[in-house]
């Protein structure tokens, strides 16, 4: 009860030091510069570190690494990939985005179940491993832009049922995506919302995950991130590796077209 | 055994800042899990730090340090290519150590 | 057969060559169970050995003025003052003030950051036990706030 006083109070604060009369540091400065101390020592680091380890390390019922993944450039070409997904796969002849191509590996090179990783709650079991391996793949690719192919057919198809969903209302609320990123300068409590219908900018929503979580010390995938915003409007999950989260991230990812990833990022 | 840890040790002139990364839950022990069943404090309790074998840090955490620790310390007088080991243990009786080279 | 006392006589040489050999383990300070279950921060470094409280310039303490989340917040605690022995950095709101205890070295500089934990705005203390018993401290409050959806 506590809190929420200080937070009106800290809100209130906000709103008066946003006239350009007072010298005050907004709000929103202040988080910056929080986060900005926090930016050396991001404990993402530690799932990079574990990644990378999987990457390269035996295992699985066919006692193989992933080192032959195809990630869109070639088998075990990681460098760059990262921002060129979501993109079309012929040999599983789906868009495919980094976790469930993840998941594709590991069943076709490991012979792990596909179906079963997919079907297990996110901060368990093997989905631990694809989250810290997403996070070493985003790291690979960090500063380099956002470039995903529309060339092929189904690139395009999943890009246009991507943006449908963008704005599509619906559950119990009537939320849709666009119900908070569909605008500029929208917030939530001090959370500022990036504009989503179009590129927010190097470092911004796309561009920032795999994040790690400083408010429940967890590392999150983009899978995580789309899969929970789906639950914040009051839907179900649409699943891991759906054709929804898959559609969403196309979308996303067009959109961020040349801007500068630095995934692994830091969040709330 | 626990995750390793990530340490970065870089000498600039005389002085060498050295950051490390732990993987550790860190729990209060004020916690209640989704079955309304206290989660027991499990944190790191010591940590200690050599310099080419030599002790040079020795602290004390309690339960208030954040989950996944950082810690950054500095370093007088190491070079580049000197050995920095970093060593935790909890209160449950685990322990880890590693090392990095000064860079 | 050794006698109980060669026998401690023996393990306490033992230590002190392990020690110089760089085992920490054994040369670790005894962890400091009643100042870490103080409840007051002036409680907590009196358990520490703090004879007296005294406000000095000489101490630093760095820590963002707003935490997005007060599971994470960033804290530098440091000084130039000669003659310290222990840095401590406590949370005065916290149900157990102090955070962490450095002991001072003549390898390090006085100068430590990590990260604690804040169950709400309050202010965080740096205090620097000196060889005397003083206990120099200096204090920033730093605003916790409840952030939005998670981005």
Known sequence: MNLFAKGAGLLALTLLSALPVMAQKTASQGIDEYRAMLADGNPAELFEAKGEDLWKKVRGPQNASLEKCDLGKGPGVVKGAFVELPRFFADTQRVQDLESRLVTCMQN?????????????????????????ATWIASESKGHRFNLSQNHQQEKTFYEVGKRLFYQRGGTHDFSCASCHGEQGKRIRLQDLPLLSKSPGDGVGFAAWPAYRVSNGQMWGMQF???????????????????????????LGVNAKGAISVAPALKR | MADPMRIRAQAAGDKTTVRVLMSHEMETGQRKDAAGKTVPAWHIQEVTATHNGKQVLSAEWGTAVSKNPFMQFVLKGAKVGDKIAVTWKDNKGDTRIDEATVT | MQSRRQTLQRSAAVA???????????AQAAFNKNAFDAKSVQDAVKAAGGVSLIESKDVTLTAPDIAE???????????????VKQLLLLVEKNPLALVAIFQSSEALENNFLTRAKMGQTSDVYAVAIMADGKALWAKKEVKVTLGGCGG
């Not at chain 3, 060559?17 to 054994?26: D, H, I, T």
């Not at chain 3, 989340?69 to 003659?83: C, E, Q, W």
């Open chain 1, 109 to 133: 090179l490991q012979g792990w179940d596909g179906a079963e990783i997919a079907k297990t709650p996110f901060g368990q079991g093997e989905q631990n491993n694809v989250t810290a391996l």
């Open chain 1, 225 to 251: 991130r789309l899969n929970d915003c789906y639950r914040q409007q009051r839907f179900p999950y649409p699943g891991f590796g759906s054709d929804a989260t898959i559609a969403l991230s196309t979308f």
């Open chain 3, 16 to 26: 002190a060559l392990l020690a110089n050999a760089g085992f920490p383990q054994w």
């Open chain 3, 69 to 83: 989340n007060g599971a994470v917040v960033p804290i530098g605690i440091s000084t130039a003052l000669p003659g």
